[in-house]
Antibody, heavy 122, light 108 residues
C-alpha cells in the first residue's frame, strides 16, 4: 500500500544540524513532487520545503531558506531534508507529504508520513 | 504571503448535528483550496481539494464550497470519528504554501 516513513529525527542543540529522510513506497515516486511540513507541539501546520518530481525546482519557506536543503533520490524513492543552524523554535514533528495525484491540485498533499520528531534544546 | 484565517477556533457540536467551518484567504485564491482532518497523534488526511472535490475514500457527509476568499467545510451529520482538528490550505499563490490555524471540532 501507499506509505511514507520518515526517519532521522532526534535531539540536537541550537546551531547543530540534522538530516531527515522519508522513504516512500506503493506509488510511482519519480512522478510526484514531495514536500516537508512541520508541526510544533500543540500548534498548526507549517509548510517547509518542496522538490519537484524531476528535482529541478526547489522551494522553501522564508524561515528556512539558506539553512535547509531538500533533495531526492529516485533510485531509493527517498526524499531528504538537510537542516542546519537549527533553533529552538524549530522543535516540531516533521512530516513528509506527497504532492497530490489530482491534476487540479498538484500542490495539495494527499499522502502523509507519520512524522519524525526534531527537538532543538540546550 | 497569503494568510488563511479559520473560524471558529473551536466548534462544539453534538453527534448527528451539522458542522460548518469557515476559512478566509487574505486575497483571492480562486478555488485552489484544500481541507485536511487531523486526529490526535495522527498525520493530517486530505478531505477536499479544489475547494469542493472530495478526495478518494472520503464520505459524502463532507462537502466543501466557496471560491475567491471565502470557503466552507460542512460535515452534514457528525459521527464520533469526525471529532478532530480541521485545516484549510491554499495552493494558488506560492511559495509559501499556507495553512489556516485550524478549527477543533469537539463533542458538545
Amino acid at each position: 500500500q501507499v506509505q511514507m516513513v520518515e526517519s532521522g529525527g532526534g535531539v540536537v542543540q541550537p546551531g547543530e544540524s540534522l538530516r531527515l529522510s522519508c522513504a516512500a513506497s506503493g506509488f510511482n515516486f519519480s512522478t510526484y513532487g514531495m514536500h516537508w511540513v512541520r508541526q510544533a507541539p500543540g500548534k498548526g501546520l507549517e509548510w517547509v520545503a518542496y522538490i519537484r518530481y524531476d528535482g529541478n525546482r526547489k522551494e522553501y519557506a522564508d524561515s528556512v531558506k539558506g539553512r535547509f536543503t531538500i533533495s531526492r533520490d529516485d533510485s531509493k524513492s527517498t526524499v531528504h531534508l538537510q537542516m542546519t543552524s537549527l533553533t529552538t523554535d524549530e522543535t516540531a514533528l516533521y512530516y513528509c507529504a506527497k504532492g497530490s495525484k489530482y491534476s487540479s491540485a498538484w500542490y495539495a498533499f494527499d499522502i502523509w508520513g507519520q512524522g519524525t520528531m526534531v527537538t532543538v534544546s540546550s | 504571503e497569503i494568510v488563511m484565517t479559520q473560524s471558529p477556533a473551536t466548534l462544539s457540536v453534538s453527534p448527528g448535528e451539522r458542522a460548518t467551518l469557515s476559512c478566509r484567504a487574505s486575497q483571492s485564491i480562486s478555488n485552489n483550496l484544500a481541507w485536511y482532518q487531523q486526529k490526535p497523534g495522527q498525520a493530517p488526511r486530505l478531505l477536499i481539494y479544489s475547494a469542493s472535490s472530495r478526495a478518494t475514500g472520503i464520505p459524502d457527509r463532507f462537502s466543501g464550497s466557496g471560491s475567491g476568499t471565502e470557503f466552507t467545510l460542512t460535515i452534514s451529520s457528525l459521527q464520533s470519528e469526525d471529532f478532530a482538528v480541521y485545516y484549510c490550505q491554499q495552493y494558488n499563490n506560492w511559495p509559501p504554501l499556507t495553512f489556516g490555524g485550524g478549527t477543533k471540532v469537539e463533542i458538545k
